[in-house]
């Protein structure tokens, strides 16, 4: 089945440092999705973007819907050790239903 | 408490058995998903449902079952278990058709 092409699938950074990460696809998607998952727990949902070219920020998270439609961005600034877990994008398309198709996911470690 | 929960949390059963995994969301959402969480292939849609007695496939429905016969309730049925099939199960719901909100998870394991 599709699924996003997700990098990197893994980061180990140092705490206070700026994170970036992206999500692409061979395919145009409606709606970008980012998540992350806490070790044990389901994934929570961090910001939704719905227009091509969107910027939006959630805190220290900044998420983009990339102009093509076919990518998404996700930024986290100063990172903090409670910023560990992982992060997900997720993409839908027109008229599918409700159903999500997700990235490998990208794991950040943050060294204190 | 409001929200979507899952039970068993976690579970360990033998090839060969059925094994049903809950799901109970308050929140009377329409859609209702099950995804399984393996290493490699992040999240992959098992089975979905649009609303009460509404289910379709997703990506990965082989060996699985569905019902749907409450708003609140999506049980998954795995009715003979493989090994295969060892892994973390979510269960999702919303209301519109993009932000979905998850569970805990449950761990199986198939020995």
């Known amino acids: 089945g599709q699924q996003l092409n997700q990098s990197p699938q893994s980061m180990f950074i140092q705490e206070g440092e700026d994170v970036s990460m992206n999500c692409t696809s061979s395919?145009?998607?409606?709606?970008w999705l980012w998540y992350k998952q806490d070790p044990g727990e389901g994934p929570v949902l961090l910001i939704a973007?719905?227009?091509?070219?969107e910027l939006t920020s959630n805190g220290r998270l900044t998420a983009q819907f990339g102009i093509t439609r076919k990518d998404s961005f996700l930024n986290i600034s100063a990172s903090i050790p409670s910023d560990v877990g992982i992060y997900f994008c997720?993409?839908?398309?027109?008229?599918?239903?409700?159903?999500?198709?997700f990235g490998q996911g990208t794991e950040l470690s943050v060294k204190p | 408490d409001a929200g979507i929960t899952q039970s068993p949390r976690y579970k360990i059963t033998e090839t060969g058995r059925q094994v049903t995994l809950m799901c109970h969301q308050t929140?009377?959402?329409?859609?209702m998903f099950w995804y399984r969480q393996d290493l490699g292939h992040g999240l992959r849609l098992i089975y979905y449902?649009?609303?009460?007695?509404?289910?379709d496939k997703g990506e990965v429905p082989d060996g699985y079952v569905v019902s749907r016969s409450k708003t609140e309730n999506f049980p998954l049925t795995l009715e003979s278990a493989t090994r295969s099939q060892t892994s973390v199960y979510f269960c999702?719901?919303?209301?519109?058709?993009?932000?979905?909100?998850f569970g805990p998870g449950t761990r199986l394991t198939v020995l």
């Open positions: 973007l719905y227009k091509a070219g």
């Open positions: 449902s649009a609303a009460a007695d509404i289910t």
């Open positions: 395919s145009i998607f409606n709606t």
């Open positions: 929140w009377s959402h329409s859609y």
């Open positions: 999702a719901s919303s209301e519109n058709t993009d932000t979905q909100y």
């Open positions: 997720a993409g839908q398309k027109y008229n599918q239903g409700g159903k999500l198709i």
